[in-house]
């Protein structure tokens, strides 16, 4: 291998899909590439470039792939990944003002479950998880990227440490809406929050929201959890929560609601 395998920051990409995402949105993360012949004919690409970058990038046996992957695959990458940066109060107000929507996941230790979270985020567009918790231990986890399906080169992992905390400082520029299995009003009877001039923040929890992360919630709402037989995880859920909270109307700012049909109608009496 070309890496230290101590770099904390170093993923192994398993896939021939995440290892072709890494390509198209960071390819200079990658630094090593090993592949079977039945995939590197998908690769070819990837290879040519890493050639031309003077990186190894060659056709080996499933032997090779899996010394570098670590279990059974047909092509595996390494990657370099930067430092988890760590969110600050003025983060939010510049993700308000971009119109965007933050993500926390707090507690999640399945990496497959996390990584249904991610992919739900990339399909509606949002960009930024924040992990809280036990969630932060998964972020160079090579089964999260895996299951992530080349998602996580579109969403960008955040650091939050002393999330209670942080919460308590973003009133002023953001709404933070819990997400719980059991407690809060259903999701499918509630209409979606839009507050002027605050951006929402979608707290996530793998097991609930505990007792004192729940005050943090300006509201609260139930997910899809419990059906017969067959739960949903968070992770299920979260799509379903996405496509909820895009569903309500952007609040009209002044200069197109109520004032601006007052100005009109002072201006048509003049």
Same mark, same amino acid.
């Given at each position: @291998?070309?890496?230290?395998?101590?770099? &904390?920051?170093?993923?192994?990409?398993?896939?021939?899909?995440?290892?072709?995402?890494?390509? *198209?949105?960071?390819?200079?993360?990658?630094?090593?590439?090993?592949?079977?012949?039945?995939?590197?004919?998908?690769?070819?690409?990837?290879?040519?470039? @890493?050639?031309?970058?003077?990186?190894?990038?060659?056709?080996?046996?499933?032997?090779?792939? %899996?010394?570098?992957?670590?279990?059974?695959?047909?092509?595996?990458?390494?990657?370099?990944?930067?430092?988890?940066?760590?969110?600050? &109060?003025?983060?939010?107000?510049?993700?308000?003002?971009?119109?965007?929507?933050?993500?926390?996941?707090?507690?999640?230790?399945?990496?497959?479950?996390?990584?249904?979270?991610?992919?739900?985020?990339?399909?509606?567009?949002?960009?930024?998880?924040?992990?809280?918790?036990?969630?932060?231990?998964?972020?160079?986890? &090579?089964?999260?990227?895996?299951?992530?399906?080349?998602?996580?080169?579109?969403? %960008?992992?955040?650091?939050?440490?002393?999330?209670?905390?942080?919460?308590?400082?973003?009133?002023?520029?953001?709404?933070?809406?819990?997400?719980?299995? *059991?407690?809060? %009003?259903?999701?499918?009877?509630?209409?979606?929050?839009?507050?002027?001039?605050?951006?929402?923040?979608?707290?996530?929890?793998?097991?609930?929201?505990?007792?004192? @992360?729940?005050?943090?919630?300006?509201?609260?709402?139930?997910?899809?959890?419990?059906?017969?037989?067959h739960p949903l995880s968070a992770g299920d859920a979260a799509a379903l929560i996405f496509h909820w909270n895009?569903?309500?109307?952007? &609040?009209?700012? !002044?200069?197109?609601?109520?004032?601006?049909? *007052? !100005?009109?109608?002072?201006? !048509?009496?003049?």
């Amino acid at each position: @291998m070309s890496l230290d395998q101590s770099n &904390p920051n170093r993923v192994v990409l398993r896939t021939t899909e995440s290892i072709l995402a890494c390509f *198209k949105a960071h390819p200079r993360a990658l630094r090593e590439l090993r592949a079977t012949r039945e995939a590197a004919k998908a690769l070819q690409e990837v290879a040519g470039w @890493m050639g031309g970058q003077g990186l190894p990038a060659v056709v080996v046996g499933t032997k090779e792939v %899996r010394e570098l992957a670590g279990t059974d695959a047909e092509a595996a990458a390494i990657t370099a990944r930067p430092v988890l940066g760590q969110a600050k &109060p003025s983060d939010f107000a510049d993700w308000r003002d971009e119109g965007a929507t933050a993500v926390v996941a707090d507690g999640f230790t399945d990496p497959a479950e996390l990584a249904s979270v991610i992919r739900a985020m990339a399909a509606f567009g949002h960009r930024r998880l924040l992990l809280a918790g036990e969630s932060e231990r998964l972020a160079f986890d &090579p089964l999260l990227w895996q299951h992530a399906r080349g998602a996580l080169e579109a969403v %960008r992992l955040i650091r939050a440490p002393a999330l209670g905390g942080l919460l308590s400082l973003i009133e002023p520029t953001s709404v933070v809406l819990g997400f719980d299995p *059991k407690q809060g %009003r259903s999701i499918a009877e509630a209409a979606p929050v839009r507050a002027p001039g605050r951006g929402n923040v979608l707290l996530l929890s793998a097991n609930g929201l505990g007792p004192a @992360m729940q005050p943090k919630a300006e509201y609260l709402f139930r997910r899809p959890a419990q059906t017969a037989d067959h739960p949903l995880s968070a992770g299920d859920a979260a799509a379903l929560i996405f496509h909820w909270n895009a569903s309500a109307p952007k &609040p009209k700012s !002044k200069e197109t609601g109520f004032f601006a049909r *007052k !100005k009109a109608k002072q201006k !048509k009496g003049e």
